[in-house]
C-alpha cells in the first residue's frame, strides 16, 4: 500500500515532507546499524518480563548477537560484602566496554516483538520493493518490533513473485527480517475482505510450485481457504515445502477448517476477521482452531477489527497460543488520508482503513507495542501473557523459538543462548524506550 495524498495546505504539505525526510535518514541509519558489528551490551536493574515470568533486579549480558548470562541483583553495590557480582564476571567475561554496561533500573525489560502478520508503515509497503521494505521496517522497529515476517498482498502472479524474490535478495543483510507471508492469492471470493478480487486464484499444484520457486526458501506462511478445489492439497504441498499454510480468508466451516489443520496449516490468520464467526449451530472455523492445540491463532488487538468484548472472549480460547498480529498497511504512524491497497483505494479515517468501493477493513494502523499496551494497561491481561503473545507464541508459529537457520539463535526469551532482542520500556505506559536487534541498538 502506498500513501496517495497528505495533509492540505502549504505548511502541512512541508511538515509532512520534513517527517518523510526525517523517517528517510531514520530508515538509512537502521540499514547500517544491522550491517554493522554487534557489541557486547550490558544491562541491570530492570523488571524483567517475558513468557516465563516477572523478575525484578535482572540483569543480562550479550557477547553482541546472542545473550550470554542472566541473573538476578545480588547486592546493592557489588556482591557479597561489596565483592565481585556475577554481573560483574559476565561483563569481563564477555569484553563489556564500561560505556555498554547500562543500569536501566525503574525500567521494564521484554524481548524484542515479533510480527509475523504485516504489511507495512510509514507510508510504505512491503510490496513496494527494497525502499519501501526498507521503511516500513524502520516504522515497526521504531516500536519494538525487531523481527518482522512482510506480508505480501494479494498482486498477479507474477508481481507476487518478484516481491518474493525481493524479499528473498534482502534477508542476507537484513537479519530483522524472518521471510515473507502470502495472504493471498488463495483465499475465498467472499471472504476477500480488502484483496482484489481480480487477482485470486485456486492454488493448483503448477501454480503453488511457481511461488515455491520464486520464493526460494524464504516464503515462512501462506494464507489459504482450505475450502478451494485445491485447497487442501496445496496445503500439504506447501507444508512439505516447509511452508506453514494458515487458514484463513475462507468460507470454511467447522468440519472444512478441521480438515485444513489435519493437512498441515498450523495458523488461523486474524482470528473473526474474514471468516464465518461463532454460532451455536454453526460453530465455524473458530473453534476448531481453538481446539487444536497445534495450531497459534493470530489476533489483531485493536479494538476495531475485533471489539474489546470479543478480544477477551477470545483471548481465554487458546492459552499460549494467541499470537497478536498488527495486519498493518502502509498508513501506520502516519496521517489519516488517501492511501492506494495494490490497486484499490483506501480512505483512513481516525486511524481506521477502509476500501473506498465497499467500505470494507482494509488493514489496520495497529504497532505491536500498541496492541501490548491495550492488552494489560485496558483488556487487564497478564503482563507475561500480553508479552508472551507478541514474542514467543509468534516465534513458535513459524520455528523461530529455537536454534534456525534464518535467525540462527532462538526468540521469544530473555535467556541464556537467545538472540539479542530487548526493548526497554516506560513502567507506567508499556511505551517502548530503547530497542536492540540482533545485539545491535536501534533506537
Given at each position: ?23 528517510g ?16 551490551v ?58 555498554d ?22 507510508g ?72 482484489d ?29 482450505p ?12 507444508a ?16 472444512m ?43 489483531i ?5 475485533v ?27 502516519c ?23 465497499n ?17 494489560v ?34 526468540l ?24 536492540w ?7
Amino acid at each position: 500500500m502506498s500513501r496517495v495524498s497528505g495533509v492540505s495546505g502549504v505548511t502541512g504539505v512541508e511538515e509532512e515532507r520534513g517527517v518523510e525526510q526525517e523517517r528517510g535518514l531514520i530508515a538509512a541509519r537502521i540499514r547500517e546499524v544491522l550491517a554493522g558489528p554487534a557489541r557486547p551490551v550490558a544491562l541491570r536493574g530492570a523488571r524483567k518480563v517475558d513468557a516465563s515470568g516477572v523478575t525484578e533486579g535482572f540483569w543480562l549480558v550479550t557477547s553482541g548477537e546472542r545473550i550470554e548470562a542472566c541473573g538476578v541483583a545480588d547486592g546493592a553495590h557489588g556482591g557479597v560484602d561489596g565483592g565481585v557480582t556475577a554481573f560483574d564476571m559476565a561483563c569481563i567475561e564477555y569484553g563489556v566496554a564500561p560505556s555498554d554496561i547500562l543500569d536501566v533500573s525503574g525500567f521494564i525489560l521484554v524481548p524484542g516483538y515479533v510480527d509475523i502478520h504485516a504489511h507495512g508503515a510509514w507510508g510504505a509497503a512491503f510490496d513496494d520493493g527494497v525502499d519501501g521494505i526498507e521503511m516500513a521496517r524502520a516504522g515497526h522497529m521504531m516500536h519494538g518490533t525487531t523481527r518482522q515476517v512482510l506480508s505480501l498482498i494479494t498482486n498477479p502472479v507474477d508481481t507476487l513473485c518478484e516481491n518474493l524474490a525481493t524479499v528473498r535478495g534482502l534477508m542476507g543483510s537484513r537479519s530483522d527480517i524472518l521471510g515473507s507471508h502470502l495472504e493471498g492469492p488463495f483465499l475465498a471470493l467472499a471472504r476477500k475482505g480488502a484483496h482484489d478480487p481480480e487477482c485470486l486464484k485456486d492454488p493448483e499444484p503448477e501454480l503453488v510450485e511457481q511461488l515455491l520457486e520464486a520464493a526460494n526458501g524464504s516464503l515462512k506462511q501462506i494464507t489459504i481457504a482450505p475450502e478451494l478445489p485445491h485447497g487442501l492439497s496445496a496445503i500439504r504441498q506447501f507444508a512439505a515445502a516447509g511452508v506453514v499454510p494458515a487458514v484463513g480468508h475462507c468460507d470454511a466451516d467447522y468440519a472444512m477448517a478441521g480438515r485444513g489443520f489435519d493437512a498441515g496449516a498450523r495458523i488461523m490468520t486474524h482470528m473473526f476477521n474474514a471468516m464465518n464467526g461463532l454460532h451455536h449451530r454453526k460453530p465455524g472455523p473458530i473453534p476448531a482452531a481453538a481446539e487444536d492445540p497445534r495450531v497459534i491463532i493470530e489476533l489483531i488487538n485493536d479494538g476495531f477489527h475485533v471489539d474489546n468484548a470479543m478480544l477477551k472472549l477470545g483471548l481465554g480460547f487458546a492459552p499460549h497460543r494467541i499470537a497478536f498480529v498488527t495486519d498493518a498497511m502502509s498508513a501506520t504512524d502516519c496521517p489519516d488520508g488517501h492511501y492506494l491497497l495494490g490497486a484499490l483505494d483506501v480512505n483512513v479515517e481516525d486511524g481506521h482503513a477502509r476500501l473506498v468501493s465497499n467500505g470494507a477493513i482494509a488493514g489496520s494502523t495497529l504497532t505491536l507495542e500498541k496492541a501490548v499496551q491495550r492488552a494489560v494497561v485496558e483488556l487487564g491481561m497478564a503482563p507475561t501473557d500480553a508479552v508472551e503473545a507478541a514474542t514467543l507464541t509468534p516465534a513458535r508459529a513459524l520455528g523461530f523459538e529455537k536454534a534456525n537457520a534464518v535467525t540462527e539463535y532462538p526468540l521469544g526469551l530473555l535467556a541464556s543462548g537467545y538472540a539479542a532482542d530487548f526493548n526497554l520500556l516506560d513502567a507506567d505506559t508499556w511505551a517502548v524506550r530503547s530497542v536492540w536487534c540482533a545485539g545491535r541498538r536501534v533506537k
